[in-house]
């Protein structure tokens, strides 16, 4: 039953964008429960009490929090296809570091960028496209950053390419110019059905759910 399987997440949220790649990639039917971030439900405050935020996976009944714990259960659990860490236990080592430099260095820096002005936003700027950068040697010439295989590294990162034309308004600078191989590795990711259909390419709606989230936070 598609019911066994309930996605509480958000239409911006580049965490439930992960979560819905990878139940994609393996083929689960899922319902997804759409929640509110500014009027949060009963039930995710429920099934997420500690940090009271989204995406939250619930697999008959239990809760599981955070996208890539989320992510890692979904490929120990249904191991049918497609798997999203290399087998390799050096290899699946690597990707969950590059996984966790993701969640490290992008969002926080992003979210610097949108909250501060002057030269903290100039810092925040340069420090986002550093760790794009570093992303980028990391890719290097492969297809993906798994090589040939589309994987965790790939479902951390590919969903902050929604927020690319907001990093670029805001912060004043081209990904295309800075970061090039990793604008050619996002567009070719969005290809992939299972990218396409997760993540929210209207990077101009994301860019003014930005805006709308600055206002809610007083930012001007």
């Given at each position: 039953m598609a019911e066994e399987v309930v996605l509480l997440g958000f239409w911006a949220s580049p965490f439930a964008m992960r979560v819905k790649i990878?139940?994609?990639?393996?083929?689960?039917d899922y319902v997804s429960r759409e929640q509110n971030l500014f009027n949060k439900s009963s039930l995710l405050l429920e099934m997420n009490p500690v940090y009271k935020k989204v995406p939250v996976l619930i697999h008959e009944g239990k809760p599981i929090c955070e996208s890539l714990i989320i992510i890692q259960y979904i490929d120990e659990v249904w191991k049918h296809k497609a798997p999203l860490f290399p087998s390799d236990p050096c290899e699946r080592a690597h990707a969950r570091f590059w996984a966790d430099y993701v969640d490290k260095h992008i969002f926080p820096n992003a979210q610097l960028l949108w909250a501060r002005k002057g030269e903290?936003?100039?810092?925040?700027?340069?420090?986002?496209?550093?760790?794009?950068?570093?992303?980028?040697?990391?890719?290097?010439?492969k297809p993906y950053f798994g090589g040939e295989s589309f994987g965790l590294i790939?479902?951390?990162?590919?969903p902050f390419f929604s927020f690319?034309?907001?990093?670029?308004?805001?912060?004043?600078?081209?990904?295309e110019e800075e970061c090039p191989e990793i604008v050619a590795?996002?567009?070719?990711?969005?290809?992939?059905?299972?990218?396409?259909?997760?993540?929210?390419?209207?990077q101009q709606k994301a860019y003014e759910f930005v805006l709308e989230l600055m206002a809610w936070h007083g930012v001007k």
């Amino acid at each position: 039953m598609a019911e066994e399987v309930v996605l509480l997440g958000f239409w911006a949220s580049p965490f439930a964008m992960r979560v819905k790649i990878a139940l994609a990639e393996k083929e689960i039917d899922y319902v997804s429960r759409e929640q509110n971030l500014f009027n949060k439900s009963s039930l995710l405050l429920e099934m997420n009490p500690v940090y009271k935020k989204v995406p939250v996976l619930i697999h008959e009944g239990k809760p599981i929090c955070e996208s890539l714990i989320i992510i890692q259960y979904i490929d120990e659990v249904w191991k049918h296809k497609a798997p999203l860490f290399p087998s390799d236990p050096c290899e699946r080592a690597h990707a969950r570091f590059w996984a966790d430099y993701v969640d490290k260095h992008i969002f926080p820096n992003a979210q610097l960028l949108w909250a501060r002005k002057g030269e903290r936003q100039e810092a925040a700027k340069k420090d986002l496209i550093e760790s794009f950068k570093a992303l980028e040697g990391e890719l290097g010439d492969k297809p993906y950053f798994g090589g040939e295989s589309f994987g965790l590294i790939d479902i951390a990162l590919i969903p902050f390419f929604s927020f690319f034309y907001a990093f670029e308004t805001l912060g004043r600078f081209s990904m295309e110019e800075e970061c090039p191989e990793i604008v050619a590795w996002a567009k070719r990711c969005s290809q992939r059905e299972t990218v396409s259909k997760s993540v929210v390419l209207d990077q101009q709606k994301a860019y003014e759910f930005v805006l709308e989230l600055m206002a809610w936070h007083g930012v001007k």
